[in-house]
T-cell receptor, first 111, second 115 residues
Framework: DAMVIQNPRYQVTQFGKPVTLSCSQTLNHNVMYWYQQKSSQAPKLLFHYYDKDFNNEADTPDNFQSRRPNTSFCFLDIRSPGLGDAAMYLC??????????FGPGTRLTVL | DQQVKQNSPSLSVQEGRISILNCDYTNSMFDYFLWYKKYPAEGPTFLISISSIKDKNEDGRFTVFLNKSAKHLSLHIVPSQPGDSAVYFCAASARSGGGADGLTFGKGTHLIIQP
């Protein structure tokens, strides 16, 4: 089945210790997105890739970076996680202007 | 500044009755609207969408209504079933801006279907 896969599903890291979250897709979509969702809040777009073109939201902290080495994979790097970065991180994919399909998310805990 | 608002954090409806979930938006550039359904420990699943050139879109038990002048949309589920119990997110985008665009989400409404 075509899908969006996120690994790991649960990630625990220490304050200030870099962490990388992974997203892969078998849908061959040209756009990949990362959203952050804190408890009882709306998912918030961090950035997206349209093919290799990176688009950062204006209010995304510099602490968050992303890489897309190929069509299928996209990574979210948090360089120095703070307690406020604990959240669910959702990856989504779409063809341009088409419906976005979401992965199951990675729950990040920062100790 | 919340551009997409779902003012009811939760809604309880009896099985077989109609569920109506509401959503308001403030950004007049939004021209495409979607509803997603989310079960615990899963990602949001696309349910139904509507373009601003329409005022209604129907798919089986699900109908979305759009009132552009009021900047309001609603999702109707008829009849409601136990499997509909989930969190429902309203989302919007401004497609006419060109390029790929992310979605702006509301905070969600937790729908509980009572037997």
């Amino acid at each position: 089945d075509a899908m969006v896969i996120q690994n790991p599903r649960y990630q625990v890291t220490q304050f200030g210790k870099p962490v990388t979250l992974s997203c892969s897709q078998t849908l061959n979509h040209n756009v990949m997105y990362w959203y952050q969702q804190k408890s009882s809040q709306a998912p918030k777009l961090l950035f997206h890739y349209y093919d290799k073109d990176f688009n950062n939201e204006a209010d995304t902290p510099d602490n968050f970076q992303s890489r897309r080495p190929n069509t299928s994979f996209c990574f979210l790097d948090i360089r120095s996680p703070g307690l406020g970065d604990a959240a669910m991180y959702l990856c989504a994919t779409s063809n341009i202007w088409d419906t976005q399909y979401f992965g199951p998310g990675t729950r990040l805990t920062v100790l | 500044d919340q551009q997409v608002k779902q003012n009811s954090p939760s809604l309880s409806v009896q099985e077989g009755r109609i569920s109506i979930l509401n959503c308001d938006y403030t950004n007049s550039m939004f021209d495409y609207f979607l509803w997603y359904k989310k079960y615990p420990a899963e990602g949001p699943t696309f349910l139904i969408s509507i373009s601003s050139i329409k005022d209604k879109n129907e798919d089986g038990r699900f109908t979305v209504f759009l009132n552009k002048s009021a900047k309001h949309l609603s999702l109707h589920i008829v009849p409601s079933q136990p499997g509909d119990s989930a969190v429902y997110f309203c989302a919007a985008s401004a497609r006419s801006g060109g390029g790929a665009d992310g979605l702006t989400f509301g905070k969600g409404t937790h729908l509980i279907i009572q037997p």
